[in-house]
């Protein structure tokens, strides 16, 4: 078997293509979405690789995936945002991980965030499953891109940054995934860090952050929707109902999975 393609999907809002590719530390093919005011198109030659550039004036993180997707060509694909600083050698790390995983259909890596930040952190290579896809950004998720084609997966354009909802894309991805029979792993590998800035979606637990977390668990959990917004609720209540408390959240949260439903 030859060497592992390695290709790297970015999504990026309004940058400079020269600029960014340094400063990431791309070292290998990749795909550049740059949602900025104009189309265009170019290719950056990088040590180990060539960058595709690609120009849109349409907004939406969704929307840049699935463009990413549709113009790459390596066997294994890793999604990444325009904020994530790679490790030198992440390319033998990714490839490593899969030549020892020879079933996998993706493989979820570790990326240092800060320590605000609620996500997960890998501690062991395991099988993700419905018991805990959740919390997984997208810049951690690597796959295999012949098995997302076969299983027709793609990014929702409701959720994520410059969408109607403000996030969750990730895992409604994640469960699109392993609805298609995909093999998950969590992979122990650290391959980047996260740079501290300003998120483009959360600015604070008020009504719309609850009403856009309802329709999402909505399309995660289906009927399960209502006991585990309140379960996600009483679990969080410290930290994301200072200003509006539990009772009125679940009722703001239970509106947003009516919304979704229709009703």
């Not at 895992?171 to 029979?181: I, M, N, Q, T, V």
């Not at 122990?188 to 998120?199: K, L, V």
Request: net charge positive; with cysteine; charged share 25%.
């Amino acid at each position: 078997m030859g060497k592992i393609k390695l290709e790297v999907l970015i999504s990026a809002v309004d940058k400079n293509a020269a600029e960014l590719i340094p400063q990431m530390h791309i070292a290998t093919d990749a795909v550049l979405v740059n949602q900025c005011g104009r189309y265009g198109y170019e290719t950056i030659a990088v040590q180990g690789g060539r960058v595709k550039c690609f120009s849109m004036p349409e907004r939406g993180v969704g929307l840049s995936r699935n463009t990413a997707l549709l113009h790459a060509s390596g066997d294994v694909t890793l999604f990444s945002d325009e904020d994530i600083i790679l490790t030198s050698d992440y390319g033998e790390k990714i490839r490593r991980a899969y030549e020892s995983l020879p079933d996998a259909d993706l493989i979820l890596f570790n990326v240092e965030v800060g320590a605000s930040r609620r996500t997960y952190w890998n501690r062991e290579i395991r099988r993700i499953t419905y018991r805990n896809y959740g919390r997984y950004p997208a810049y951690s998720i690597s796959a295999r891109l012949d098995a997302l084609r076969r299983a027709n997966v793609h990014y929702s354009l409701l959720f994520g940054g410059g969408a109607k909802y403000s996030n969750g894309e990730d895992s409604l991805f994640l469960r699109d995934c392993l609805k298609a029979g995909l093999r998950i792993y969590a992979h122990t590998a650290c391959i980047g860090r996260e740079q501290e800035r300003e998120s483009t979606w959360f600015s604070g637990y008020h009504e719309k952050f609850f009403r856009d977390r309802g329709v999402l668990y909505h399309y995660l959990y289906g009927k399960l929707a209502l006991p585990l917004s309140l379960r996600f609720l009483l679990a969080h209540r410290k930290t994301m109902c200072r200003e509006i408390p539990v009772g009125k959240a679940f009722r703001i949260m239970r509106a947003g999975v009516r919304e979704a439903r229709g009703r």
